[in-house]
Nanobody, 117 residues
């Protein structure tokens, strides 16, 4: 089992920045992928960014050049630095990790990000 605790959401004006954090605990040695998803009201949950065991990253087109995903392996923590925020970025942001043996996806509780005009 893996437990995830997120922090860092909040209210920010257009053009501002926020940094999300997600700390994993439990069977962290089984984690092979960490990432962030978001879900806006009335919409499906969508991928924002992922980072793999070799620090290979992947971003949604909508956030490329504005968001940066990183991780601290010693702390089992993944971060999402969000710059140049837009109202369209408003959503609940969920931390996600994928673990193996067995292959399992774990989700954080979600943190609200609101970008005002």
């Amino acid at each position: 089992q893996v437990q995830l605790v997120e922090s860092g959401g909040g209210l920010v004006q257009t053009g501002g920045s926020l940094r999300l954090s997600c700390a994993a605990s439990g069977s962290t040695f089984k984690i092979v992928l960490m990432g962030w998803y978001h879900q806006a009201p009335g919409k499906q949950r969508e991928l924002v960014a992922t980072i793999g065991s070799s620090d290979v990253t992947n971003y949604a087109d909508s956030v490329k050049g504005r968001f940066t995903i990183s991780r601290d392996s010693a702390k089992n923590t993944v971060y999402l630095q969000m710059n140049s925020l837009k109202p369209d970025d408003t959503a609940v942001y969920y931390c996600n990790v994928e673990a193996v043996v067995p292959r399992t996806a774990y989700w954080g509780q979600g943190t609200q990000v609101t970008v005002s005009q």
